[in-house]
């Protein structure tokens, strides 16, 4: 009703501009009072449309964008919003016979279909300096798991305050979002980053830096019923000294320190050939451990369509009676954007977002394509602890096609390799002290 009225007088005040353009300079000075009243009706016809439009922005909007099919809700005076967000990924691996746990149980080669992850969620603004954030998984694995559910305070100067349900910030790839990898799977320095939980976090962010420290918990109920806490203190520093719009450079560092209580001094530490499906080849076993301290630096160049970035982890467990264990963990990757996009980078968060194709199929074009390429490993071992955990390499060559803003397709190559100083015996009776295999594995991502 707004909207048609608003064209209807804008089409009456142009007619009537241009009846009185068009007047004979003669006809104007003889019809001086018809003229008078003319302007005043022009005036009129004007005020009447301030006033529509004035109506039109009090009215709840709604707001659609080409980067995702639902709506964005907007109150009266644009103090509130409310999003809906989703991702859904759906993936194909194809891997071959490993070894895996400190047990090395076998497990033979195998075809999964599965879906990764099933999001949906909702966040917003209220009142311009809260933001909210509530998601769920279900991923179809376990019951329903909650993601997030928190709120952010955003009303001092560069300056954020997060209470509630949250990731705690903690490296380059682990503090993105799942949405934004270029590989399937994250590297094997995720086994270090530290679980969601219930705490408060707040960060600085200046014009090329920023800087996070919280405090959280994680909490829940053993067999027993028994009641366990594990205390997280959490710090990450990033900085992009330089970011132009050729060169992007990107360093960090993290700290993670966890304290644990008498009713979960169990720790350890494991990781899979870089796929889900797959079993854990590298693992340490269960030992009792009153704390521990993870460390991390990280570092990304980009140059237009070319990014590259690496991270470094290491993890140090206070055992309960015996000797302090250390293992760590790196990678190293390169992702090449064929049709010349680049990546989208977040000072305020330190990390960066996938690409957005240029052309999109549905405007006739053929999407983005990337190459990708990593080389990740772990070791798993402190001999010095009597911990034999073994060490694994991982190498693994992508493709990514994006064909919209929010749908994609990914396709990875894994090599994976394993040694380990202790010796196993495989399902032929054959001595062994290390394995190797390889997984193709393909997923298609819709995320909004």
């Not at 008078?36 to 109506?55: N, P, W």
């Not at 067999?223 to 000294?241: K, S």
């Not at 590298?282 to 630096?297: E, N």
């Not at 803003?405 to 002290?433: F, S």
Request: charged letters at 25%.
């Amino acid at each position: 009703m707004t909207t048609k009225t608003v064209f209807s007088i804008s089409s009456v005040a142009l007619a009537i501009s241009v009846a009185l353009l068009c007047f004979p300079s003669n006809a104007m000075a003889a019809d001086s009072d018809k003229i008078i009243e003319l302007e005043r009706r022009l005036d009129a016809l004007e005020k009447e449309l301030i006033e529509a439009k004035d109506a039109a922005n009090k009215v709840d909007r709604i707001k659609f964008s080409k980067s995702s099919p639902t709506p964005e809700l907007i109150s009266k005076d644009g103090s509130s919003t409310l999003e809906f967000t989703g991702r859904f990924q759906a993936d194909y691996v194809s891997a071959d016979e490993l070894y895996t746990g400190n047990k090395f149980t076998y497990e033979d080669k195998f075809n999964d279909a599965s879906l990764r992850r099933i999001r949906f969620g909702i966040e917003g603004y209220f009142s311009n300096v809260w933001k909210y954030a509530l998601e769920f998984d279900f991923d179809g694995e376990s019951d329903v798991e909650i993601k997030d559910a928190n709120v952010s305070y955003r009303g001092w100067d560069n300056n954020e305050l997060t209470i509630g349900f949250q990731k705690f910030g903690f490296g380059l790839e682990a503090t993105g979002s799942s949405k934004n990898l270029a590989f399937l799977e994250r590297a094997s320095t995720d086994t270090f980053s530290p679980e969601r939980g219930i705490g408060i976090e707040w960060g600085y962010i200046a014009n090329y830096y920023n800087f996070k420290i919280g405090y959280g918990m994680n909490a829940g109920f053993d067999d027993d019923d028994q009641n366990f806490q594990q205390d997280i203190f959490n710090a990450r520093f990033t900085a992009a000294p330089i970011n132009n719009n050729v060169h992007l450079l990107h360093l960090g560092a993290s700290a993670l320190y966890t304290l644990n209580n008498d009713e979960v001094l169990e720790t350890r530490y494991r990781a899979r050939p870089s796929s889900k499906p797959a079993g854990r080849i590298i693992d340490t076993g269960k030992f009792d451990a009153d704390s521990t301290q993870h460390y991390g630096i990280e570092a990304a160049y980009q140059r237009n369509n070319l990014l590259l970035q690496a991270e470094y982890m290491i993890a140090k467990a206070d055992q309960v009676d015996d000797p302090t264990i250390t293992v760590d963990s790196y990678y190293a990757q390169a992702v090449y954007t064929l049709t010349g996009e680049s990546w989208q980078y977040s000072n305020k968060k330190g990390t960066f977002k996938a690409i957005s194709p240029a052309s999109a199929i549905s405007a006739g074009g053929y999407g983005a394509w990337e190459l990708a390429v990593r080389y990740d490993h772990a070791n798993f071992d402190d001999t010095d602890s009597d911990i034999i955990g073994g060490k694994k390499t991982d190498y693994i060559l992508g493709v990514n096609w994006y064909l919209e803003n929010n749908l994609k397709t990914q396709l990875n190559y894994v090599h994976t390799k394993a040694d380990y100083k202790e010796a196993y015996v495989d399902i032929d009776g054959v001595t062994r002290y290390d394995q190797d295999g390889n997984i193709i594995q393909a997923r298609v991502q819709f995320a909004f």
